[in-house]
């Protein structure tokens, strides 16, 4: 089933069930919209139940299919990830007196979700799965004293999954690797059962989930690129005709008309199996002979051409291009490698001036959320007071010049 119909299907039922209404749209999208009012679907596993997310509980993973099937959207996703996150983080211990506490903290930032997976490592991956999947997830565990964070790692968001409600309001979430269809028959997939994050409750282990707070979904995040899910599917599409074309010489497609012979269906199959091997393909014959007893028997071909195909397709998929950039809230194109028809690139002005809009309305308030909920998690032992900020190269029109005249190492030194 292609991410199309998975997205499709999902939109059409997505994780409610929509209650009797009159005048209900069948677009799937506006339909998914009226619902969110409606009653959830429950699934359950052995530690309890919860809340399914799409059609077959799998919304996450179609994301995850979208993200590999369009250039342009993984692109933009992934750069978006790397803005929010910066190249490290800073902190300083020195509001603690004490060297055994400075040290403990210093631990803590190197090893915090394991040997040499510090909390910069598990920054950059919430940061990776808020821009794809509109979410992110962090697994705490205290000790037992509940004076320490023994673990703090940030989990996939494609196995976390919000326990049936009481009174409306989430408690706990389960956890696995995955979850959707097999899901069950999956090696090393036991589901666990946390609390949901609690700073006054003493469980040693709990699940801090954040979600996009523009998703209109009461229980799970969704990134605001979802409305563009038809041209990053079209984009894909867009793919496989380039490759298609190139992989057949950008040969034109032709129809090709036996006359006059009496053949059986398994007889036409394989003619037609032979004229396609040598007339189709990369590795194809310059030259189809087709040999005939006499000249009323010669093939017709006919070239099927479509006029302006090209033109067609190249304003397409810059409209394509277009509407996935605004579906995530892009200034500018060329911030994210995409050309615009007509422009050699952006001055540096135009880029200063576009990557600070875009810092302003999506890198920092995204960041804010992430670094917010990392705060949280630290003052539960009061580790709040090393001054955690990210860490990023600053942008303007001086370390553009600096990127571009850099001294390139020739061959004469």
């Known amino acids: 089933m292609g991410v199309w119909s998975n997205v499709k299907e999902y939109f059409s039922s997505n994780t409610y069930v929509v209650a009797t209404e009159t005048n209900v749209s069948t677009n799937p999208l506006e339909k998914s919209v009226e619902s969110l009012n409606g009653r959830y679907n429950i699934g359950?596993?052995?530690?309890g139940n919860y809340i399914k997310f799409g059609s077959q509980d799998d919304f996450s993973i179609v994301l995850e299919k979208m993200f590999k099937q369009s250039p342009?959207?993984?692109?933009?996703v992934t750069k978006k990830a790397k803005m929010v996150a910066g190249n490290d983080i800073s902190y300083n211990v020195e509001a603690y007196k004490?060297?055994?506490?400075?040290?403990?903290?210093?631990?803590?930032?190197?090893?915090?979700?394991?040997k040499s997976q510090g909390l910069y490592s598990q920054i950059v991956h919430a940061s990776?799965?808020?821009?794809?999947?509109?979410?992110?997830?962090?697994?705490?565990?205290?000790?037992?004293d509940h004076n320490k964070i023994v673990e703090l790692s940030s989990l996939d968001i494609k196995g976390v999954r919000a326990e049936e409600p009481k009174d409306g309001k989430v408690t706990h979430y389960i956890v696995r690797r995955r979850f959707g269809v097999a899901a069950t028959s999956m090696q090393h997939n036991t589901p666990k059962r946390y609390q949901a994050f609690d700073k006054f409750s003493k469980s040693r282990e709990q699940v801090l989930y954040m979600k996009n707070p523009y998703s209109g979904n009461k229980f799970y995040?969704?990134?605001?690129?979802?409305?563009?899910?038809?041209?990053?599917n079209a984009d894909f599409e867009f793919g496989k005709h380039i490759r298609n074309s190139a992989a057949n010489s950008f040969t034109p497609k032709v129809l090709a008309t036996f006359i006059g012979r009496n053949m059986s269906n398994e007889q036409k199959r394989e003619e037609y199996n032979k004229f396609k091997s040598s007339f189709v393909g990369s590795e194809a014959e310059p030259v189809v002979v087709s040999w005939v007893k006499n000249k009323d028997e010669a093939p017709d071909f006919k070239t099927l051409d479509v006029n302006n195909l090209d033109k067609t397709v190249d304003i397409l998929s810059r409209l394509n291009d277009a509407k996935i950039l605004t579906a995530h809230n892009v200034t500018s194109p060329t911030l994210f490698g995409v050309m615009v028809a007509g422009k050699l690139g952006g001055t540096g002005n135009e880029l200063v001036t576009a990557y600070q809009i875009f810092r302003a309305t999506?890198?920092?308030?995204?960041?804010?959320l992430l670094m917010d909920a990392v705060t949280r998690i630290l003052s539960t032992v009061n580790y709040n007071k090393i001054g955690l900020t990210v860490v990023e190269e600053?942008?303007?029109?001086e370390s553009i010049k600096g990127a571009n005249t850099t001294?390139?190492?020739?061959?004469?030194?």
């Open 72 to 76: 342009v959207h993984s692109g933009i």
């Open 221 to 232: 995040g969704t990134p605001n690129y979802v409305s563009a899910f038809h041209y990053i």
């Open 98 to 114: 004490t060297p055994a506490k400075q040290a403990e903290i210093r631990a803590f930032i190197t090893n915090c979700a394991g």
């Open 394 to 397: 600053e942008i303007n029109l």
């Open 44 to 47: 359950t596993t052995e530690v």
């Open 362 to 368: 999506e890198t920092l308030p995204n960041r804010h």
């Open 128 to 144: 990776f799965q808020y821009e794809l999947h509109g979410a992110f997830a962090f697994y705490i565990k205290w000790n037992a």
């Open 407 to 413: 001294d390139i190492p020739t061959q004469n030194g």
